[in-house]
């Protein structure tokens, strides 16, 4: 009972966020930010019914998202037309009925394996389509893509969805009701035995389920809801292009479920929010920001394989004990090198970019953190070299002291709810 009420509250408290996030953050830059980001979390959300919910690694869920995109934008130039009586908020649910098209045939084929043949089936659809958009001009557009205007259509309720706020309030009321409608799935007894076939598949069969059925209706719930996110992005972007269907689309989407965490229905949402929020804001301060989220999913996968929210619900029994106060010393003294070890990894980054890239064409000369530095000195990369072992030494001498912490914190925790 308790359960469910702090369930309610949370949606409750995420409704309301959403609501007044515009008021908080009211720049022009941050609208479209928070836009994309309900976009992303629908996608991330998608991909996690397939990844963490069911055990099954795609790389080209970006397939549904973009054949869906295309879908709506040439819906909303029918609906420019008068040809298509449908008002602008009802246009995701042509994005969900393409996704289920899409799913239902592509499905059909794909989940017929798991493990690494359904990779490598999603993998080589996903090229399929990729392919396909260059060829098929009719639908894809080319390289240009197909573009649409939103403000040509009809208003819904006097509202004609061209300033940005109006496309977020849009995205985000879609947003809420997709979490609401995911997170409820994983609550059924098919969400159940979603997680049955990722944990043991053949124990699954056994008890009289076919995995295939199962892994098939996961496949196409799963499109469903890129189909949305898909088309929102239609909306808001007002332009489809073949990059939609692309693998970078897919890796992104990957990117983004994996440094949340597959492990939580609140990883992915996590890490959409964050992998969007770096990727506008490290494309605009440097030019290797494909590198650092790069090393941002090698770290994670390699250290922290349950994501941002696998860390987190690590300390919920510290929480939960009140004694997640006596790990803030000792992370507060690791912070130091850390921050030396970063700062470090960053430094050589841009010094090594700039001077292979870019030196020929702009100089030696760089600044890094509005600090103007010459690479073609000693000075710079011996810093970075100092900092990086620096840090590298200084993690290395605390990391002992950390499992200390935390040890002492947990038999603390334990013994405070044992009494």
């Known amino acids: 009972m308790m359960g469910g009420v702090r369930i309610l509250l949370a949606f409750v408290a995420l409704a309301a966020g959403l609501a007044v996030a515009p008021y908080v953050f009211s720049s022009g830059v941050a609208l479209t930010?928070?836009?994309?980001?309900?976009?992303?979390?629908?996608?991330?959300?998608?991909?996690?019914?397939?990844?963490?919910?069911?055990?099954?690694?795609?790389?080209?869920?970006?397939?549904?998202y973009g054949l869906a995109g295309f879908c709506a934008v040439h819906a909303m130039n029918l609906i420019a037309a008068n040809k298509l009586p449908v008002p602008l908020p009802a246009v995701p649910l042509i994005g969900a009925a393409a996704g289920l098209f899409f799913g239902l045939i592509f499905g059909a084929v794909s989940t017929r394996r798991a493990g690494t043949v359904f990779a490598m089936i999603s993998l080589g659809l996903g090229e399929l389509v990729a392919a396909f958009a260059l060829v098929l001009h009719s639908f894809f557009g080319g390289e240009e893509g197909i573009a649409a205007n939103r403000a040509k259509l009809a208003?819904?309720?006097?509202?004609?969805?061209?300033?940005?706020?109006?496309?977020?309030?849009?995205?985000?009321?879609?947003?809420?009701?997709?979490?609401?409608?995911?997170?409820?799935?994983?609550?059924?007894?098919?969400?159940?035995?979603?997680?049955?076939?990722?944990?043991?598949p053949e124990r699954a069969e056994f008890i009289g389920y076919s995995t295939q059925r199962v892994r098939?209706?996961?496949?196409?719930?799963?499109?469903?809801?890129?189909?949305?996110a898909g088309s929102l992005a239609a909306i808001n972007f007002e332009l489809m292009n073949s990059q939609a269907v692309g693998a970078a689309t897919s890796g992104q989407v990957l990117l983004m479920t994996f440094v949340g965490g597959i492990g939580h229905f609140v990883g992915p949402i996590i890490g959409a929010v964050l992998v969007t929020f770096l990727q506008i804001s490290l494309s605009d301060i440097t030019k290797a920001w494909m590198l650092y989220f790069g090393l941002l999913f090698?770290?994670?996968?390699?250290?922290?394989?349950?994501?941002?929210?696998?860390?987190?619900?690590?300390?919920?029994?510290?929480?939960?004990?009140?004694r997640i106060f006596k790990l803030v010393p000792i992370y507060a003294l690791t912070a130091v090198p850390l921050a030396a070890l970063v700062l470090g990894c960053i430094l050589f980054i841009e010094l090594a970019h700039h001077m292979l890239v870019e030196a020929q064409s702009e100089g030696p000369t760089l600044s890094v953190f509005k600090?103007?530095?010459?690479?073609?000195?000693?000075?710079?990369?011996?810093?970075?070299?100092?900092?990086?072992?620096?840090?590298?030494?200084?993690?290395?001498a605390l990391l002992p002291r950390v499992g200390d912490a935390w040890a002492l914190a947990i038999a603390d925790s334990s013994g405070k709810a044992a009494a």
């Open 33 to 64: 930010m928070m836009s994309l980001m309900g976009v992303m979390i629908i996608f991330a959300l998608s991909y996690n019914m397939l990844l963490g919910q069911t055990g099954l690694l795609s790389f080209g869920h970006a397939v549904y």
């Open 155 to 200: 208003p819904f309720l006097g509202y004609k969805f061209g300033p940005q706020i109006q496309v977020y309030y849009l995205i985000a009321f879609w947003c809420l009701v997709c979490i609401i409608l995911m997170y409820a799935i994983t609550r059924t007894p098919f969400g159940r035995m979603c997680n049955a076939v990722r944990d043991n």
């Open 216 to 228: 098939f209706q996961a496949f196409v719930l799963s499109a469903v809801f890129a189909g949305v």
């Open 298 to 322: 090698i770290l994670v996968v390699m250290y922290a394989p349950g994501g941002i929210a696998g860390w987190l619900a690590l300390h919920r029994p510290l929480l939960r004990g009140g």
């Open 371 to 396: 600090i103007a530095m010459n690479g073609a000195k000693i000075g710079p990369w011996l810093s970075a070299l100092v900092l990086f072992i620096g840090g590298a030494l200084g993690l290395r």
